[in-house]
């Protein structure tokens, strides 16, 4: 036998069985970003690596170590999307949707990241973003917050995620901020490890979302970005908070909370949970008023977010939230006979014409009525329509009940069309 190929590690498959959550969920992020009147983008898979490197940062673990980077049969070197964020900016810019506008916007799809491959971290993942253009005041800010606050109402596990905030300030607040950061980490270089010594000068903030204990406990003394924020940045950050105590969304300030990617200022937020163990946030995003200047645009401010929906569909399962889930099939039509196997599939174009969203598969592949109905069981219907030949020359069906103990009953096939309407009411 000829060897099988497998998938690439870190990327999965998603079988009948998990797409029928995908759909419910993405169905639900859909209906709720189109609620406050956002529109969908899409936008390619590959792109320039410039773009990336230019707007998420050179020294981020995106950019130095996780991106799927490849030359083009021309030379040219093009990555496979690790966040959308940035490809939003360059379709928007590339478009003119950006400049004078204000654009709220959403997106969901594949995005790559070349990382460790563990539960809730692999190397091709989904997200579901949402960005808003144009608009510089805190009011959007909270609006995307109070969006993802209901996102977790609806979803049910509300309780189960909180809310991290902090603010980056301005461009200027935050270069006065570093340099106070490095005096701090220089005198500290002995409990520094390699990867914090390497950023302390081209990004020390990101020193400050070590992971490592020892140098976690030295950062309780370090300088606090707050008190270097300007005037305008506490007041915008002050303004948000408002909003979402009037809203009652509860949160809690996380000074060290910067994000790992540069392309922030001002207001940045993290969804984090304890159910997923150290995959521990579901949905993080923030203000990016450079980006769009910085890949070329007219300077326009921003604000966005991006959800890891793997992780998400993870707690919906740890939780036991996932609710009901659509049946793939309402009703199976069986028949016995060759005549009644060439009306079979009639009458059910008949059903799927007049019962709106019902759910009709009909019996393929020949065989006698123990197997046709061993079928009709293993489709998950709720009712087998069972089509004779006597009984179709009387122009009558029996509707067999599959996950109840029923009585089956031969009706008339305007009554059969109203039971089955009934199924899903
Ligand atoms: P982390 O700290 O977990 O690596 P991140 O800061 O790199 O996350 P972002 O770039 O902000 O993540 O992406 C937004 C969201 O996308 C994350 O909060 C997470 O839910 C999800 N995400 C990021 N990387 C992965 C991945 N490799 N696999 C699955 N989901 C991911
Ligand atoms: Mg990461």
């Known amino acids: 036998m000829a060897k099988q190929i497998q998938a690439i590690r870190g990327m999965n498959d998603c079988l009948p069985g998990d797409t029928q959550i995908w759909q419910k969920v993405e169905t639900i992020l859909r209906e709720t970003v189109a609620s406050y009147g956002y529109q969908e ?47 939003c900016v360059r379709a928007g810019n590339e478009h003119g949707l950006l400049y004078n506008q204000e654009q709220r916007l959403w997106y969901m799809g594949p995005m790559f990241r070349h ?22 005041t805190a009011d959007i800010d909270a609006e995307m917050i109070l969006l993802t606050a209901r996102l977790w109402k609806t979803f049910g596990i509300d309780k189960h995620v909180r809310l991290e905030l902090n603010s980056l300030g301005s461009n ?90 540069d392309y922030y200022n001002r207001t940045v937020f993290e969804w984090v949970t304890e159910s997923l163990g150290s995959q521990g946030t579901v949905c993080a995003g923030g203000r990016y008023d ?4 910085q890949l070329g645009g007219k300077a326009t401010p921003a604000f966005g977010f991006a959800m890891g929906m793997e992780r998400l569909i993870l707690m919906l399962q740890t939780l036991e939230c996932v609710g009901e889930l659509r049946r793939d099939v309402d009703v199976f039509v069986a028949a016995m ?44 219907a709720v009712v087998a329509l069972i089509l004779g030949e006597d009984e179709l ?4 069906i ?28």
């Open 337 to 380: 006979g060759d005549k009644a196997s060439i009306q079979a599939p009639v009458i059910a174009e008949q059903l799927r014409n007049e019962i709106a969203g019902l759910r009709v598969m009909v019996h393929a592949g020949g065989g006698n009525f123990k197997k046709q109905l061993k079928r009709a069981d293993k489709s998950n």
């Open 41 to 87: 983008i899409r936008f390619p898979i590959v792109e320039s690596t410039d773009l990336f490197k230019r707007s998420i940062g050179e020294v981020t673990d995106i950019v130095e170590k996780e991106m799927y980077t490849f030359a083009d049969r021309n030379g040219d070197s093009l990555t496979l999307r690790p966040e959308g964020t940035a490809v």
């Open 290 to 293: 450079g980006m769009v200047e």
């Open 115 to 136: 990382e460790r491959p563990q539960k809730g971290r692999y190397r091709q993942f989904h997200q579901f973003g949402v960005e808003a253009f144009g608009i510089a």
């Open 398 to 425: 029996t509707v067999k009940y599959l996950r109840e103990e029923k009585e089956q009953v031969t009706l008339e096939l305007a009554a059969v069309k109203a039971l089955l309407a009934t199924l899903i009411a």
């Open 393 to 396: 020359a009387q122009g009558l």
């Open 172 to 261: 200027e607040a935050r270069a006065n901020y570093r340099d106070a950061l490095i005096a701090f980490l220089e005198q500290h270089l002995d409990v520094l490890d390699e990867d914090c010594k390497r950023r302390m000068y081209t990004n020390p903030l990101r020193v400050l979302d070590t992971k490592n204990p020892e140098i976690q406990a030295v950062l309780v003394d370090a300088p606090k970005l707050s008190a270097y924020l300007d005037e305008e940045s506490r007041a915008h950050f002050v303004n948000l908070c408002e909003r979402l105590d009037a809203a009652g969304v509860e949160y809690q300030v996380n000074e060290k909370l910067v994000r790992g990617l």
